[in-house]
């Protein structure tokens, strides 16, 4: 089970930190990642987190955000800054299935597991 929170409504070059309660797996053991879904776009990976602590971001927002995890906590985080309107969506956080995978993530395929989604809504 997943739980995203942390988004709400901010201005253009705010910053916004975005959290993922992980419960059911060991960040330890599984990939997570932080997706977002724009109206009548697709659901595209924004960044991910492997098992070992391998990162992977979108181009859109390499240099911008920052994935991170708490794995005491088991928690996931996203820091977002310098937002822009079009990182406007809904944000997800999902989690892979596979134990000890050492494959690269960048589709929505590449996780089974998913939260409720937290909407993030940059003004201009």
């Known amino acids: 089970q997943l739980q995203a929170s942390g988004g709400g409504l901010v201005q253009a070059g705010d910053s916004l930190t975005l959290s993922c309660s992980v419960s059911?797996?060991?960040?330890?053991?599984?990939?997570v990642g932080w997706f977002r879904q724009a109206p009548g776009k697709e659901r595209e990976l924004v960044a991910a987190?492997?098992?070992?602590?391998?990162?992977y971001y979108a181009d859109s927002v390499r240099g911008r955000f920052t994935i991170s995890r708490d794995i005491a906590k088991n928690m996931v985080y996203v820091r977002m800054n310098t937002l822009k309107p079009e990182d406007t969506a809904i944000y997800y956080c999902?989690?892979?299935?596979?134990?000890?995978?050492?494959?690269?993530?960048?589709?929505?395929?590449?996780?089974?597991?998913w939260g409720q989604g937290t909407q993030v809504t940059v003004s201009s």
């Open positions: 059911g797996r060991r960040l330890m053991t599984v990939g």
């Open positions: 999902a989690a892979d299935q596979r134990m000890y995978y050492r494959g690269t993530y960048k589709y929505r395929a590449d996780f089974d597991f």
């Open positions: 987190v492997s098992w070992s602590g391998t990162t």
